[in-house]
């Protein structure tokens, strides 16, 4: 957060154009969230508390080293020259985690200056930083990256961040920060934070994914720009993707606008809520929510959600040090089933990995040179079956309390779905002489089609699987090569190229071949601009974020599905993106 943005000398304005990745506007102050995410209190400390600060400072550099040596053993799964580079690396972190000056500097500025442990590292580390910085010299410039990841690591484990990285921020906060993790937007209370913002990140990313999940308006993808002070005032539309700091009165007025003529509009979506998701002609389409956390099923269900069409798991595994036991999950997944009140929920295998990265499976997780294509979903799941067992019993107890699926991610061949129904049985007898309730029968196993590879095999995945479940965010993100978390190629990300569409197709038709239900799940799901389409392509099941329930369904009750269907075959034979796009318009504007 380093650029000069332009500011109207008029009106003393700064706007910062980004990405709008959540709708909505807010109103409130700035909250700064550093880059590592950390908010370090700084506050002085009595001599009878000095003792105490330094033994939470070693405790703290104690811990840091112990995860920095188990990444090390890690180390050996990797191949010999990246091995020894990671090796060289943490070696280096391990010794500044020893009596060096990072350490010793952080102790003396507790006793001398009377510091808390957090506050006297982090300013240690700016000023090493800050000296190795102004020699302007690139070696030294990479050892400042190399203290300032170890000081990082050990104020996380000061302040159990980014546990309370929000903990802190008064009511009515709008974040601002270089980058906004999904643990981070995990963590976050929708009463305190009115709005979120990002030098970092794009529309498809799980960060954007969860703050529509949460109705929190968020825009990503900032650049870099200049930190305003604590408690600025702003303005953020995440509809248009601008931040505006110190806003002048009549812009104010303008925004004040906007924002009730979108509560008016909410209230009118409400009434549908009662009303059926059918076509004008009388085709009718389930909607069911795309699920982060448990305590969204009661969005999910005040917005009238036939079930739960995707629960995420993976976000259970963040925010801590150690994995979830199996108590703790089916207390989570017991939860979301019951506030269904008997509607289905469909609860996904952990998909972590990428950009989803979890602390407690640091020991499961060796560094990857592309993560979205390393080991991560069904492939650590398989290659750690005491983690998918312990999970599989969560999701079958939870199952006792109402009706649940299973949906295994990045599944890519048909032997995978084998190995897991038969791990599933293995789990069921062992639940069974523990004389736990759990589901009987056993829940129906689906798969996620978002492997370019999965779409093509479709045929034979509909002869093992129950269900398919569309995932179009990372299926685009595969077929085009666009990594769908970078600003700087989100823009390519389309989801109406011919490849992407003619894959989906291949996994409906199979699924509709097999008489097993498929659904679309991926963000175009929640996306009226995209419903006329998916239902003419014969998808009935449509699941998305809670907040885009009733937008989804008033176009359903606008479409007639055989002139949908007529330009779903006309965009199948069509060759272009433009083109696509072009027929789609026509059809929004013709129904």
Known sequence: MSAKVPSDART???????????????????????????????????????????????????????????LKRIRGRLPDAAAAELGDILEAHVQMLGDSRLVRGARKRIQDEGRNAAAAMKAECDAIVTGFQAMDNRYLAARADDVREVAYRVLRNLTDAPKNAFAGAPEGSVVLSESISPADTAMMDP?????????????????????????????LGLGAFHAPPPGTEVILDGTEGVVILRPAPATEARYRDKHAKQVRDQRRLEALIDEPAATR?????????????????????????????????????????????????????????????????????????????????????APSPNPALGLRAIRLSLKRPKLLETQLCAILRAGAHGPVRILLPMIATAGEVRQVREILGRVAKRLR?????????????????????????????????????????????????????????????????????RLMDFAVQAALRARIPVSVCGEIAGDPRFTALLVGLGIRDLSMASTSLLRVKQRIRQIEFTAAANRARMVMESHDSGRIRMLLDDLNGLN
């Open 12 to 70: 003393g304005e700064t706007i910062l154009q980004g990405i709008g990745v959540s709708p909505g506007v807010a109103f409130g102050r700035i909250t700064l969230i550093d880059a590592a995410g950390y908010g370090v209190s700084d506050h002085t400390i009595g001599a009878d508390g000095v003792a105490q600060e330094i033994e939470k400072l070693d405790k703290a550099v104690r811990k840091s080293r112990r995860q920095i040596l188990a």
């Open 191 to 219: 009463a305190r934070i009115n709005g979120f913002a990002a030098s970092q990140g794009g529309a498809q990313s799980h960060t954007a994914i969860l703050a529509r999940s949460l109705g929190i308006p968020a825009v």
């Open 281 to 365: 002609d009388g085709v009718t389409v389930r909607l069911e929510a795309n699920l982060e956390l448990p305590r969204e099923a009661e969005i999910a269900s005040r917005n009238g959600a036939d079930g739960v069409g995707l629960f995420r798991t993976e976000f259970m595994f963040m925010n801590r040090d150690t994995p979830p036991d199996e108590d703790d999950q089916y207390k989570a997944l017991a939860e979301v089933v019951r506030a269904m009140k008997g509607r289905p929920v469909t609860i996904r295998t952990m998909d972590v990995g990428g950009e989803k990265l979890a602390y407690a499976l640091g020991d499961d997780l």
């Open 433 to 501: 002489r523990r004389g736990v309730d759990f589901a009987d029968p056993l829940p129906p196993l689906g798969v996620m089609i978002e492997v370019p590879g999965a779409a093509i095999a479709a045929d034979s995945l509909a002869q093992v699987a129950d269900f398919f479940a569309i995932g179009t965010n990372d299926l685009t993100q595969y077929t085009l090569a666009i990594d769908r978390t970078d600003e700087q190629v989100a823009h390519l990300y389309n989801p109406l190229h011919p490849a992407v569409l």
